[in-house]
């Protein structure tokens, strides 16, 4: 990881979509774009990435010019989980088919990236390496073979906080990561390749810390109730666990149920799978 001149981040991130989702509708209406959302923690208008996906596409030669959308959340607000930019791309998506844009596959990217760095990593889905600023999505060989649970604090974290807090620690100078040396090994043992990927580590997670502690008592509960490895997520608060095996799994979520934290327990998703429930097939 390290920073850029104009201020921007280049990362080394790998990322990998779960069985964990909110749910969007949409429907056409003369003019106009309206968003309904089930949560009042999240805004409606310009500041919201559903919004704003809407609106960045160009409007149908014919028909309906409009549309509502209601936004059903269920993947934790500030928990470093890809939640915004998900419905982002999943918005892209659903308001191409809605309005029958002649839009490609190749054009609804081009679009998300200018929403979110990781926007067109969830127009991808699967395993996949996110380089420079995020929108450099190197697809990898699905990874299976693991459970996860993600437990999340309560506590929100603003991601531009987190890189705030980083100072000169990681921008001095650009970090050469030591995650591109898994890509070529993953014909091997998936269920020990993931594992090996997650102990790379999270440079963000000392400063996440900083500002919610819970991450580490989270992430060394993980560890003792059996979890193979075990990291922040993104930028935070919400920590992961990997687990093989339905019995040590089904412990670990007990144990952190009983701390009061929200625990959600989840698989991978494949990319043809992620790409189905988006709504491309």
């Known amino acids: 990881m390290g920073r850029r001149p104009d201020g921007y981040h280049l990362i080394e991130s790998a990322v990998q979509t779960i069985t964990l989702y ?3 509708t949409f429907e056409t209406q003369p003019q106009g774009i309206d968003l309904e959302i089930d949560n009042p923690a999240l805004s409606s208008g310009p500041e919201n990435l559903v919004w704003r996906a809407a609106t960045s596409l160009p409007l149908p030669d014919r028909g309906p010019r409009g549309a509502r959308i209601r936004l059903a959340k269920r993947i934790p ?5 890809g939640g915004g930019s998900s419905d982002a791309a999943a918005t892209l998506v659903g308001m191409r088919r809605l309005w029958g844009l002649d839009l490609s596959d ?3 990217l081009s679009i998300a990236a200018s929403i979110g760095s990781d926007v ?3 127009l991808t889905g699967g395993t996949a390496l996110l380089t420079g600023t995020g929108i450099q999505v190197e697809t990898l060989p699905d990874l299976a073979g693991y459970d996860l649970l993600v437990v999340f604090p309560g506590v929100e974290i603003p991601t531009a906080e987190v890189y705030a807090r980083t100072g000169t620690a990681l921008t001095s100078a650009l ?3 030591s995650m591109a040396r898994f890509c070529p090994t993953l014909a091997g043992n998936l269920g020990e390749e993931v594992e090996a990927w997650v102990r790379v580590g999270n440079d963000l997670e000392s ?3 900083s500002l919610c502690p819970a991450i580490g008592e989270i992430r060394r ?5 059996g979890a193979a490895a075990a990291a922040m997520t993104g930028s935070g608060s919400a920590v992961f666990g990997i687990f093989r095996g339905t019995g040590v799994i089904r412990r670990a979520l007990a144990e952190a149920m009983s701390d009061g934290h929200m625990v959600l327990r989840c698989s991978p998703l494949s990319r043809q799978e992620h790409r189905r429930r988006v709504g491309f097939d």
């Open 221 to 225: 509960c993980l560890l003792a109730d």
């Open 207 to 209: 400063h996440a810390r």
């Open 120 to 122: 067109p990593f969830f």
């Open 77 to 81: 607000i500030g928990a470093g989980l």
């Open 106 to 108: 190749r054009d609804l």
């Open 175 to 177: 970090k050469i990561s």
């Open 22 to 24: 909110d749910t969007l």
